[in-house]
């Protein structure tokens, strides 16, 4: 089963105040760390979604194999990059694994663990479960993308497998192993580093 992993990062970031794909994380920009996770997975593909500040971001970041997707209408919200992303995506692939470009606590082994059990599921879809709540990284059989084309403005998968929980696999994830779940504020970026103070990313290094 050919699985292809969309990485979304394409937003303007207006809750961070500053672009959050290149705050500095372990070292390197916080989107190379998540891509790099991605790729250290064993999907056989990975396309990263761009917007904002595109060239910017490209420069800045290490993709390793994955592959840049860049998707014009941006601004529109969340659900046309999802659409950017699927639509690069060939006709041999059967399931898209959409991961969060600010989530740098997903692992690559969490994302095959989430290949594993959708395949064994038997159900159309997978996601990491925290608290009872699902959460992406969301792995997608081809028979949910036709749903998501009608999903408009700042609405991503997540709205979709919430709304059908019956159909969602969900592999918990235990407290203790817990980063924030994506890293939208200034107070988010704190908690991720520690309390670290939040350099400007034009000081990062990566």
Known sequence: MRS?????????????????????????PLLQLVVERACASRLDEVYVVLGARAEEIRARV?????????????ASGMASSLRAGLDALGAEVERAVVIL?????VTGE?????????????LPAAALSFDGL???????????????????????????????????????V??????P???DTPHDYE??????????PGEARG
Not at 110 to 122: A, N, P, T
């Open 110 to 122: 969490q994302i095959d663990r989430l290949l594993e059990l959708h395949q064994r599921s038997g």
């Open 191 to 200: 908690r991720l580093t520690g309390g670290a103070p939040m350099e400007h």
């Open 174 to 179: 235990p407290a203790v192993h817990r980063h």
């Open 181 to 183: 779940v994506d890293v």
């Open 4 to 28: 292809a992993g969309i990485v979304l990062a394409a937003g303007a970031s207006t809750r961070m105040g500053r672009p959050k794909q290149l705050l500095p994380v372990e070292g390197r």
């Open 62 to 74: 290490e993709m390793g194999r994955a592959r840049v997707v860049v998707n014009p209408e941006y």
């Open 134 to 172: 699902l959460h992406p990284p969301v792995v997608l059989g081809r028979e949910l993308w036709p749903g998501l084309a009608s999903l408009e403005g700042d609405v991503g998968c997540r709205a979709l497998i919430r709304a059908r929980p019956e159909q969602v696999a969900a592999l918990p």
């Open 101 to 105: 470009g600010d989530q740098p606590g």
